[in-house]
């Protein structure tokens, strides 16, 4: 009788982080629960921003740090199952490697937003932005976790729950943006010109180069 050998993925680094966020979300909550219930509803209502957007630098503190790892985790993860079904990568890319990646652009990118903010006298706008792209970037990764955990765990084909986390991703970013522009419209007609250097060079251009490099390299 021949022996058939099967192979098994067990995901091991997947299953590590995944437990990690489930870990992280469940510390913020437990240590933050007032915060964090009204960080919950930040989609349907301005309660949270407006309460927590004026302490000073509100982007940077012990729960949106916490919640940020969150999302490097969930948006590399996604990051990395995209690129391998466009097959821009290869199958056997390091997960890790692709989160690290990632977490330096973000920070490469923040920092850099910063100077160019003082440049153009857009600090306290950019302040506020940052605080709310990150509160809404945060609150979509907690949403797209199980849908991760799903695309990962799940036999059926992973086209579909591809697709359909992307689709979500992409509808949460929509949404995001124009609550965003909504809120403050009245600041960007007085300084429309900058902000639209700011959006060609620090928003489209990044992620247009990166595109540039992963398709034709």
Known sequence: MEILYREVNTHTVETILLL???GLITFVKITHEIKFQ???GAYVSD???KLYGKEQ???INKFNTLLFVVQLIVFG???EYSLEYLDIVPDNINLLLVIVGLGLFVMFKFYLEKI???IFDLSFFLDQYNF???TYRNLTAIVLLPLMALLIYNPME???VLFITISIFLLLNFIAWGRILKKHQKFLFKKLFYFILYLCALEIAPYLIIARVAFFS
Do not use: E, Q
């Open 116 to 118: 160019v903010a003082t």
């Open 38 to 40: 009204r960080f919950l």
């Open 57 to 59: 630098d509100p982007s």
């Open 158 to 160: 992973k086209k579909i």
């Open 132 to 134: 709310h792209k990150l």
């Open 20 to 22: 990690g966020c489930i």
């Open 77 to 79: 993860m996604l990051l």
């Open 47 to 49: 309660k949270y921003l």
